[in-house]
């Protein structure tokens, strides 16, 4: 633990003027981000004596080593650049808002020629115009399934919109009125972008313009008798207000307005934000975070504000922003927001009528959302630490394994070897962490030396990584590069483990431990995890040690060895499936993805391109006389395939679209535990392949995979 003092600039040296301000430490690690008006004032408070700070302040400054500053012009600057850093470095003493959950939105594709109106997750895609969040995806469909009436927008799936236009015949939606067809050209292009454009403008709020213009063309065909088509206007005014029924009115005047609301104790906080549009409630989220730095409710409304809106723009960034506190910088913060959106925006405090009443219910709601984390934390807290406990307890651990790494090894029959490596943190799985390996040592099939393989690889990294920051006095053994300088950015293999888990027995066991043996790590645990009993196996132990059927320290253990099987088997499958897909263009070198398709774009088939001279392939666009020799050459090296015969009917099948072989024969995936499939049903063809191996009709393929 380091003295502030040890480090602390002289005050000549820190500029009076705004900037951001960056602690490390002693491994060169960004620990904290921060911002102020005055960098000099602002890190004068850091180095005051210890014991006056805030108790989480004074961890943070113990912790570092160092600290570096970066001035910029203006409070605006600041903003932005802290707010950069905070997403690049992921410093660990700095709030980190994390939504609770993947809220669903409603989102419509702008960016494509056929707009398509569909439910989206996760991070924001440019093009796209989003309305939401929602709390359910099925409030967002019953929404859609409403409003398709009055406008048919397309809702399809690319791989549905390409068939229909092949087959020449709308989908059902098509049929019943809930799309135009455009994929049949019933309507064009302009004609479908334009309605999915009033589509975004009535859930934006203009709702009023929509009705009105039913409503008279409803009037129209009453006068000129058309009955059938009044009564479907009518019918079509019905489903919009249907629709917007399902947002109740909360501001009468129409307000676009974000209203956020805090919630908070000494350690945890919730944050609640709604999204009122046209004075409607269309979107809500929240979010729960751990105080981990010395921050008021003003703060912690700052901070919100950097994660709520750092990557939007435009009409994402609603003219009013309501808090319940004005952070110390409100005019900057003001600034920064219009900027984002290209006019102004009013940040303030709501002080009396329906926006103070509605802060009300969105501060019930941030209060509610703590109080169910905290109810829903203690217990699962109190599972895990139990579990970590008698893992510790049955391990013979010096204390609680609180970083535990799983390895497991996936082949097909000593092909496609792959490993994975899966990272749980105080008993959750941490995905960012995970890693997969090709095994390139050795081929074919040998778990043992596999894991020996995959294990020495990973902690040679974090050798490397603790000799690049001195925390190491070691040796590179030239098995990799070593950078000489370090950014501070999280590095993939920087932490250690508590404890290793490897997916086998007594050899896997065995190999890991002598992975580690051999490069000296002496502080990591070894276990195994044994399927057919359930065992945990230790290095060098005779017999297994047996852990309770309800043990929470076991069923801790399963989750993680089931983890990194799962990731395994994912990554072997990705890889067996490009290798069956390849073709005779695959083995040219330096041919791509793109101009691959483009050369069977314009040929039509691989047949076709092999029948051509060099002189046709260069008149592909993209593709030179060098790489059209190139070609050549390989698809003449490449013997073609045998014509494929239905044996029920001797008829020979003639494929003009192979890009890839057609994989032969039955296959067998490695593994101790082979399932199989049911084989094919009666009456079922098989077609054969003239001089290869018989081809299995779908069904008939039998295996299981390791």
């Not at 691989?606 to 030179?624: F, N």
Request: net charge negative; with cysteine; hydrophobic share 35%.
């Amino acid at each position: 633990m380091a003295d502030p003092s040890s480090y602390r600039p002289q005050p000549g040296q820190i500029p009076d003027s705004p900037g951001v301000y960056r602690f490390r430490d002693e491994h060169r690690r960004v620990i904290y981000v921060g911002k102020a008006k005055s960098l000099r004032q602002r890190l004068a408070n850091y180095f005051q004596d210890v014991a006056g700070l805030h108790p989480r302040t004074a961890t943070m400054v113990t912790t570092a080593a160092s600290v570096e500053w970066t001035v910029v012009a203006t409070e605006v600057e600041a903003l932005q650049l802290e707010y950069s850093w905070i997403k690049e470095y992921d410093p660990r003493f700095n709030v980190k808002y994390r939504d609770d959950k993947s809220y669903p939105s409603l989102a419509v594709t702008l960016n494509e020629e056929y707009p398509r109106v569909q439910v989206m997750r996760g991070p924001k895609k440019k093009g796209v115009r989003y309305f939401g969040p929602y709390a359910h995806a099925w409030a967002i469909r019953e929404t859609v399934d409403l409003m398709l009436r009055v406008f048919p927008v397309r809702t399809c799936s690319a791989g549905v919109f390409k068939r229909s236009a092949q087959i020449g015949r709308p989908c059902l939606l098509g049929y019943i009125g809930k799309c135009s067809a455009p994929c049949v050209g019933r309507v064009t292009p302009e004609e479908h972008r334009e309605l999915a454009e009033d589509f975004c403008e009535f859930m934006a709020g203009k709702t009023g313009t929509h009705l009105s213009r039913l409503e008279k063309q409803m009037h129209e065909a009453a006068e000129e008798m058309e009955y059938e088509k009044a009564a479907r206007l009518r019918d079509d005014m019905g489903a919009l207000r249907r629709a917007m029924e399902k947002n109740a009115v909360v501001l009468a005047d129409a307000t676009d307005a974000d209203l956020i609301a805090v919630a908070e104790d000494e350690l945890e906080a919730a944050v609640q934000i709604f999204h009122v549009r046209g004075g409607r409630v269309r979107g809500q989220r929240g979010w729960v975070t751990d105080k981990v730095e010395a921050v008021d409710t003003a703060g912690l409304v700052e901070h919100a504000l950097q994660q709520l809106y750092g990557e939007e723009s435009g009409e994402s960034v609603p003219k009013e922003v309501l808090v319940p506190a004005l952070p110390e910088d409100a005019p900057a913060l003001s600034e920064w927001l219009a900027g984002r959106r290209g006019s102004n925006v009013s940040l303030r405090i709501p002080q009396r009528g329906d926006k103070k009443a509605l802060m009300e219910t969105v501060h019930r709601n941030a209060q509610q959302s703590l109080a169910l984390h905290k109810t829903k934390r203690a217990s699962d807290l109190t599972t895990r630490s139990r579990a970590l406990e008698e893992i510790a307890g049955a391990l013979e651990l010096d204390s609680a394994p609180l970083r535990i790494e799983c390895f497991d090894i996936s082949h097909l029959q000593g092909d496609d070897v792959v490993a994975s490596m899966v990272v749980f943190e105080d008993g959750l799985a941490r995905k960012s962490e995970y890693r997969r390996f090709q095994i390139k040592g050795f081929a074919g099939q040998d778990d043992v030396r596999s894991m020996h393989e995959v294990v020495s690889r990973r902690f040679r990294r974090y050798l490397q990584e603790k000799l690049k920051t001195g925390e190491w006095e070691g040796e590179e053994d030239g098995s990799g590069e070593i950078r000489p300088e370090d950014d501070g950015r999280p590095k993939r293999f920087a932490y250690p483990p508590q404890l290793v888990v490897v997916d086998g027995g007594q050899p896997q066991v065995a190999a890991a431990a002598r992975a580690l043996a051999e490069l000296g790590i002496d502080d990591v645990a070894v276990c195994g995890l044994a399927k057919r009993l359930e065992e945990v196996w230790l290095p060098g132990e005779d017999d297994p040690v047996v852990l309770p059927r309800t043990s929470e320290g076991l069923y801790l253990l399963q989750r993680v060895r089931d983890e990194a099987h799962r990731f395994a088997i994912q990554y072997q499958r990705s890889k067996r499936g490009k290798r069956l897909k390849a073709g005779p263009l695959d083995e040219v070198p330096g041919l791509g993805e793109s101009r691959k398709q483009a050369l069977v774009k314009h040929f039509g088939s691989v047949k076709k391109l092999r029948q051509a001279t060099i002189d046709q392939i260069c008149e592909v666009p993209g593709i030179g006389r060098k790489t059209a020799e190139t070609v050549a050459v390989a698809l003449a090296q490449a013997a073609p395939a045998g014509p494929a015969v239905n044996t029920a009917t001797g008829e020979i099948i003639e494929d003009e679209n192979p890009v890839g072989p057609v994989p032969a024969g039955p296959s067998s995936e490695g593994g101790s535990e082979a399932e199989p499939e049911p084989g094919p049903e009666p009456g079922s063809e098989t077609v054969f392949e003239r001089g290869s191996e018989p081809v299995s009709a779908p069904g008939s393929e039998r295996g299981a995979e390791k």
